[in-house]
């Protein structure tokens, strides 16, 4: 799933602008506790069908499993349309699997593929950042990690940043436990930063708006010769198979089952 650039749309808010773009994919709310939530639902029901018709990857931010708010989030929402959901203050990885769960029972009452909903846990406490690789590797329909750095500062008494030391350790950290675990490392950036973001390991941004989506299409899209790359890779890999070996070697790289998978990611 390519997710460079997915737009938010305000919690019951106009949806035109954010389908009018060249986002890979637009982010509709449910956890604002400043509206009711059925209109949140019956308004994210609606722009669901909307970024269908204008080609675009649909995902909805929910409310956290102890909400207790998450089987009607679900049920709202849990339709052909829906590409994946925001799963907001992920810290273990029991809120992944709750929510995995919750997931397979919608599916399979509606017809739907199972694993057709993809998940995305936001890393934004302490707590979440040190579990963060368990967490990716909670359930397989986990496609990537969010790294929030405001509410993440706000945990640990920071300053928040998008770019700088302070939280490098933090931002390098979620990276990390992405890549480690074949998932994307997303970042919630208001969209100068973009281009630092990606030169960082990130794979796209949730952007405030759609002012920023080209630079993050380019940003985060792959390097001049990394599909050549990743093709060597890949026939490399494959070569070594047929003959019964389980990596390969081309130049001074090694090829495994993991570069592999990275592999084919690109190139998909």
Request: aromatic residues 4%; neutral net charge.
């Amino acid at each position: 799933m390519r997710l460079r650039s997915i737009v938010e749309v305000p919690a019951g808010g106009d949806d035109g602008p954010a389908l009018a773009s060249q986002a890979d994919a637009v982010s509709f709310s449910l956890n604002d506790a400043g509206q009711p939530a059925p209109l949140l639902r019956a308004a994210a029901a609606a722009g669901l069908s909307r970024a269908r018709d204008a080609g675009k990857r649909a995902i909805v931010a929910i409310n956290h499993p102890r909400t207790r708010m998450l089987r009607e989030d679900i049920e709202a929402i849990a339709t052909p349309d829906l590409a994946g959901v925001l799963l907001p203050h992920a810290c273990e990885p029991q809120d992944v699997r709750d929510l995995a769960v919750l997931l397979r029972e919608f599916e399979l009452a509606r017809g739907l593929e199972p694993g057709a909903i993809a998940v995305l846990p936001v890393i934004e406490t302490a707590r979440g950042l040190l579990r963060a690789s368990e967490i990716a590797a909670a359930a397989p329909r986990t496609v990537g990690l969010v790294f929030n750095s405001e509410t993440y500062a706000l945990d640990v008494g920071a300053r928040a940043e998008e770019a700088g030391p302070r939280l490098a350790y933090a931002r390098g950290a979620v990276v990390a436990a992405a890549r480690a675990c074949d998932t994307l490392p997303i970042v919630v950036t208001g969209g100068p930063e973009v281009l630092f973001l990606a030169q960082h390991g990130f794979a796209g941004a949730l952007l405030p708006g759609p002012d920023f989506v080209l630079q993050a299409n380019v940003a985060f899209s792959p390097a001049p010769g990394a599909r050549a790359r990743a093709e060597r890779q890949l026939a490399a890999y494959d070569a070594a198979r047929a003959e019964g070996a389980w990596v390969a070697r081309t130049g001074r790289e090694i090829v495994d089952s993991h570069a592999a998978r990275k592999a084919r990611a690109l190139l998909d």
